[in-house]
C-alpha cells in the first residue's frame, strides 16, 4: 500500500480532516480514522484526483461512494467504542467499513450487488482491512451474528426495518437514513429495552435507496 499512498495524498487527507472539523465533526476517532484510510484506493482510476474532495463518487454498478461528511456524520452519531459489535447495510465501495475498522470495530458488512461484494471482499484484506463481508439482503440483517452494539446503514429506507430494530443490543444504536428517493432524514435508534425504542432526528441527507433482494450479476 505504501507505494499507492503518497505524500501528497496523506497532506490531501490532512486537509479533508481540517474542512471536516470546520464543518463539526468532533469524534477524534473518527478524524484520525478518515485521516488515516487511503480513500483514493477505493474509487476507479478516472476519479482518483477527486479523492479527497468532500464529495461522493460513482463507484459502478449504479452505486456511489458516500460523501465523507456523510461518512464522519454516521461514524460519530454511532458513538463507536473500542471492540464495539457493528453491522453494516450497504458495503458499496468498502470505504465506511475501512473507516469502522480503522476505528477499533468488529465489522460485519452486507451488500446486495455480487459484482461489489467480490470486488471488496478482496480488496480491503489487501490494503490491510478484514471486517467480515456478506453478499446478501440487508432487510434481513445477519441473524447468525446478532445481537450487535451498533447498525449503520448506507443506502435510503423508507423505515427503520423492524429486522434491524430486533438485532440491536439492548442500549445500542442504529444510524440509518429514513425518508423517500430524494431526500432522508439521518435516524438515530437507541434501543432502550426489549421492546423500547427511541428515535433522535439528525438532519437531512441524499443516499441511494435501500433496495430489497440481491443482484446476483
Ligand atoms: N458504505 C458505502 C456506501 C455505498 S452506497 C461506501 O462506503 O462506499 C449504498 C450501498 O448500499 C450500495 O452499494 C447498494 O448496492 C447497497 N444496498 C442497497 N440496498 C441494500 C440492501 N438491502 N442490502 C445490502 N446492501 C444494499
Redesign the pocket.
Known amino acids: 500500500m505504501e507505494s499507492n499512498d503518497t505524500l501528497r495524498h496523506q497532506g490531501l487527507r490532512k486537509r479533508l480532516v481540517d474542512g471536516l472539523k470546520i464543518k463539526g465533526i468532533r469524534d477524534e476517532l473518527v478524524l484520525a480514522a478518515i485521516g488515516k484510510v487511503p480513500r483514493h484506493l ?1 474509487m476507479d482510476s478516472g476519479f482518483i484526483n477527486f479523492a479527497y474532495k468532500d464529495q461522493a463518487f460513482p ?1 459502478g ?1 449504479g ?4 460523501q465523507p461528511y456523510t ?1 464522519a456524520c454516521q461514524s460519530q452519531l454511532l458513538k463507536i467504542e473500542k471492540n464495539d459489535k457493528v453491522l ?10 475501512a473507516v469502522l475498522v480503522e476505528m477499533g470495530a468488529s465489522v460485519f458488512t ?4 455480487k459484482e ?1 461484494y467480490n470486488k471488496v471482499h478482496r480488496f480491503l484484506p489487501s490494503i490491510g482491512y478484514t471486517p467480515a463481508c456478506f453478499f ?4 434481513n440483517g445477519l441473524p447468525d451474528f446478532a445481537p450487535f452494539d451498533k447498525i449503520i446503514v ?2 435510503g429506507a423508507t423505515t427503520v426495518p423492524q429486522t434491524l430494530k430486533t438485532q440491536l443490543k439492548i442500549g445500542g444504536r442504529m444510524v440509518i437514513p429514513v425518508g423517500n428517493n430524494n431526500k432522508q432524514e439521518m435516524y438515530v435508534v437507541i434501543r432502550i429495552s426489549e421492546n423500547e425504542y427511541k428515535i433522535e432526528k439528525r438532519g437531512k441527507f441524499l ?7 440481491v ?1 446476483n450479476s
Not at 110 to 113: D, G, L, P, Y
Open positions: 477505493f463507484i454498478a452505486q456511489t461512494i458516500s461518512v453494516e447495510v450497504g458495503t458499496g465501495s468498502g470505504y465506511q467499513a452486507v451488500e446486495r450487488q461489489l446478501g439482503d440487508g432487510y448506507t443506502a443516499f441511494v435507496p435501500m433496495l430489497k433482494g443482484v
